[in-house]
Every structure is written in structure tokens, then in C-alpha cells.
């Protein structure tokens, strides 16, 4: 989908003055959607019939996405919804998702004894991982928002990257990874103290503390084997929805902590705040795709 789609499946993208957003971090995210789904023993003939489509419409395009310049994801609107006509980056978000994505349909392949085609997504998948830690690391070690604004120098704080770690395409516990937290940490927790912003880009938007951010950064800390930290950023999320009829918003006000945004918000909220329990219950069931042992 170029930006979302309704559950009939219409695709639907917004628009403002420069035009629409054209998001490809949906096919990995959807490909990575598709590999827990058959890493938990999903229907095998249901996945089977729908590999022909997968392969071809989601993976492959992927692949043709590629730069072959950078080794990157061509730019795009991203998570964040930049919009086109010039506003369009390489975001690091959109390649972690890509790496995330094809790693899994490798796996998926295999399992269905599609050998070349796994063998061929792997490949994809690390090839986009190793791009990103060769074009994407800014000279303190931390992953930056896109290749574009590390270029310029300033403002290439995103907290999307976090999945760089909370998806294990590179190790929690590394020197990236505490690079990279600490840099979250620094220069995007907002004024009230409790959460993150989701970047430095500085609108009303970004300057909120994004529900998401917490909950994702959250789970890089836990699979780091920090437990304090995550606990403190799940635990605020609780005790908010608590006090909140059990729903959990888009964001909190930087300053006070009110609830804004949508209201509930279901992927950016209550389902990332499943996700963080799982993986809290169960932090093994996270795997690292792109690496050479089977899940």
C-alpha cells in the first residue's frame, strides 16, 4: 500500500501542498507481519496459494527498490508521512524495514521449500542491513534518520531507528545500540520526562511523545537485557491507560502528559503495547532473521 488501506481494501493515501505521501515501508512491515505469522506455525497451505502474489508484488518490488548507488531503499515518505515533491528521503526506517522483510520472506521460502527464492531474499535482506550500518552511522556511532539529513549535518534524531535493534538486525547489546539509545535518550525525551519524541524535526507532530517510540524502545532495552529501563516505559504506558479507561492514546502532551492524538489508537497503541508484552513474557521469540541460524 502507498500510505494505508481500509478493511475493505482500498488504498488511501493523504495529501497537502506537496503532494501525497508514498510510504515502501509497508512491504516490509507487511512481509515481517507475514513471517511471524509463519514462524508461529500459520496455515502452511494458505501460504503456500499466496506465495506466487507475495514473491512477486511485495518481495520483488522490494528488491526493485533498491539503489543501486547506496544499497539503500529509493527515497520515500516513510513511517512518518513526509510527504513527495522533494520531501522524500532515504530513511533509515524504510531500509531497517526492508532488511526486516525480505530476511523473513527468505525464511518463509524455505519453509515452503522455495530454495532459490529464500536464498535470494536472504541475500537482500543482509545486503540492506549492511548498507545501513555503512551509509547510516553518524560520527558518534548512532544510527541517524536518513542519509539525507546525516549529509546536512543537524537534526537526524529518529527514534523509528530503534527497530534497527528491537528487531535484532543488529545486536542489542552492541556499541550501535548504546550509541544509538543514548542518543534517543538525550535528544528527544520530552520536557515531562517520561517518554520520547518521535524526531528532532520540530513540529507539532514530532514534538509529542509518541506512545509507539516508548513502547519500541522499550523492547530494544529489554532485549539488551535491561530491564529497569523497559519496565519504567511500559509501565508508564500502563499507568496512563489505567487512568484512562483502559485506552491507550496516539500521544502524550510533551509538557503535561494529557492525553492527544487519536483516541484509542490501535497499531500505534494498544497493538504496539500487546507486542511489548509478548515480547516481555517472551523475549526468545524474537529472532533474528538475517542471521545464519534457523529461528
Known amino acids: 500500500s502507498v500510505c494505508r488501506y481500509y478493511g475493505r481494501g482500498k488504498e488511501e493515501s493523504d495529501a497537502n501542498g ?65 510527504h513527495w515533491q522533494g520531501q522524500q528521503q532515504q530513511f533509515t526506517y524504510t531500509s531497517l524495514a526492508a532488511a526486516q522483510g525480505l530476511c523473513g520472506a527468505g525464511r518463509v521460502a524455505r519453509q515452503l521449500g522455495q530454495d532459490a527464492d529464500a536464498a535470494r531474499y536472504l541475500a537482500a535482506g543482509r545486503d540492506l542491513r549492511d548498507a545501513v550500518l555503512q551509509q547510516l552511522v553518524d560520527p558518534t556511532g548512532a544510527l541517524a534518520s536518513s542519509r539525507e539529513q546525516l549529509q546536512q549535518g543537524t537534526d537526524y534524531r529518529d527514534a523509528a531507528v530503534v527497530e534497527a535493534f528491537a528487531w535484532r538486525l543488529f545486536d542489542p547489546a552492541g556499541d550501535l545500540a548504546a550509541a544509538t539509545l543514548d542518543a534517543l535518550h538525550r535528544d528527544l525525551t520530552v520536557p515531562h520526562g517520561q517518554g520520547l519524541f518521535r524526531n528532532d524535526d520540530g513540529g507539532w507532530y514530532d514534538q509529542q511523545e509518541w506512545i509507539l517510540i516508548d513502547l519500541r524502545v522499550a523492547a530494544a532495552h529489554r532485549l539488551a537485557g535491561a530491564a529497569e529501563p523497559a519496565d519504567r516505559l511500559v ?43 509478548g515480547e516481555e513474557a517472551e523475549p526468545a521469540r524474537v529472532v533474528d532473521y538475517c542471521g545464519e541460524e534457523e529461528p
Open 18 to 82: 506537496y503532494g501525497p505521501n508514498i510510504e515502501f515501508d509497508g512491504f516490509g512491515l507487511f512481509l515481517w507481519a507475514l513471517t511471524e505469522y509463519a514462524l508461529a506455525g500459520g496455515d502452511a497451505a494458505a501460504l503456500a496459494t499466496w506465495w506466487p502474489a507475495v514473491s512477486a508484488k511485495v518481495a520483488d518490488a522490494l528488491i526493485t527498490l533498491t539503489d543501486p548507488e547506496t544499497g539503500l531503499i529509493v527515497p520515500d515518505s516513510s513511517i512518518w508521512e513526509v
Open 235 to 277: 509501565d508508564w504506558v500502563t499507568a496512563q491507560a489505567r487512568a484512562n479507561f483502559g485506552l491507550i492514546a496516539e500521544l502524550h502532551g510533551a509538557d503535561d502528559a494529557r492525553y492527544d492524538g487519536a483516541v484509542p489508537m490501535v497499531g500505534f497503541g494498544a497493538g504496539a503495547y500487546v507486542i511489548a508484552l
